[in-house]
């Protein structure tokens, strides 16, 4: 049996538990979670993609004629019905027969597009939806080792831009010259990968995402994008690969903070050495058995004792989603498990400066293991 068959069987058993008889799956992600189906045109196109499980029947993916190729090729599931534009009821014309007489309809508020959700409301009552939302997170949370073989390869893919990126970094180097190295070597490692241990030959090895990346006074736009300002000696670099550590669709978040040849403003070494502080805090007391928002206060205690503001969240778990369930932060109580990963930051942030280091990890039996790794001594991130 597949991955996608075994999740598939596991949504269906969680749905009879739920006493929900049909699930309608818009996420993208969770769409390719259950079924391997990827790369079609979504709601910004005005195209919906919707897919259907029953409890105890066949499941059913609505999607775009125009992506009917695709999703005879991708998708495993047990019908597809493709709507054309203009013709007919286009992707409503399934849906009638599905929802009448369905006493509960599971869906995902924060993910179905309005148009289709006004649909659904037009045909099921209130008291009739159910939110599926917790049941896919919860079995989200435990990555196969299919999965975590992903992770550990998104790693590397993650390390190769690491490298390119700081070796691209000078006085007189524009940004994007070094969001165009850190693309190159992770789409060239990721490609390696992809020939050496998948069959996946739909799969594309580019590296996606806008290089987030900040240097000298936009160093405090946290999520600045590579531009054309020139970087100069002395000045600090922010590179950040939350959106591009991406292989096979697992996503990972790593970055870090440099300087070009030397730190020109020395107050910046202080607060780099909290924000590496409080990533180890953060790293002691993570592992299994301890609550999510535990290894958040030892982050946050780090960082407030050094006289700096309550910082964001230390970290949040990661995988076919950029955010998954749980996060490190105060009020997740969730109880962290082998097999879970997460992204850990360690962070601060003053008027005119900030500093942040992140990884990613695998929760162990033993702790957990590092998947991304690149050196963060202050000695080693002046370039």
């Known amino acids: 049996m597949s991955n996608f068959a075994r999740r598939m069987e596991t949504f269906r058993n969680r749905l009879t538990d739920a006493g929900i008889d049909a699930a309608l799956i818009t996420d993208d992600d969770n769409v390719y979670y259950l079924t391997g189906y990827y790369d079609y045109l979504h709601m910004e196109f005005g195209r919906p993609t919707i897919l259907v499980v029953s409890r105890d029947g066949d499941s059913l993916l609505i999607t775009p004629m125009i992506d009917l190729v695709a999703a005879e090729s991708l998708a495993r599931v047990d019908r597809i019905a493709a709507w054309n534009d203009g013709m007919g009821a286009e992707w409503r014309a399934e849906l009638p027969a599905i929802l009448k007489g369905t006493a509960s309809v599971g869906l995902e508020p924060d993910h179905m597009p309005p148009v289709v959700r006004a649909f659904v409301d037009e045909h099921v009552g209130a008291s009739g939806l159910k939110n599926v939302t917790p049941i896919l997170a919860d079995m989200r949370m435990i990555k196969s080792a299919e999965e975590l073989q992903l992770a550990r390869h998104a790693g590397q893919v993650g390390g190769a831009m690491m490298a390119a990126g700081r070796a ?198 033993e702790g957990y293991e590092p998947i991304t790794d690149h050196p963060k001594a202050l000695e080693d991130v002046i370039l």
Request: net charge negative.
């Open 168 to 365: 691209a970094i000078g006085d007189g180097v524009p940004e994007y010259e070094v969001a165009i190295a850190t693309s190159q070597a992770g789409t060239r490692k990721a490609a390696e990968l992809l020939a050496a241990h998948y069959d996946d030959a739909d799969m594309s090895p580019n590296t996606q995402f806008l290089q987030i990346m900040a240097s000298g006074p936009e160093i405090t736009k946290t999520h600045h994008r590579a531009s054309t300002r020139i970087m100069r000696r002395g000045e600090p670099v922010f590179l950040c690969f939350c959106g591009m550590t991406n292989f096979h669709r697992f996503k990972l978040g790593f970055d870090r903070t440099f300087w070009i040849e030397e730190i020109a403003d020395s107050s910046q070494a202080a607060v780099y050495e909290v924000a590496v502080a409080s990533q180890g805090a953060a790293l002691e007391a993570l592992g299994p058995g301890v609550t999510a928002e535990s290894v958040h206060a030892a982050y946050s205690e780090v960082i407030q004792t050094a006289g700096y503001e309550y910082p964001f969240r230390c970290g949040r778990a990661t995988g076919f989603s950029f955010l998954e369930h749980p996060q490190l932060v105060t009020g997740d109580t969730t109880v962290l498990q082998p097999g879970m990963v997460f992204a850990v930051d360690g962070s601060v942030s003053v008027s005119d400066f900030r500093a942040q280091v992140g990884d990613s990890f695998i929760i162990t039996e």
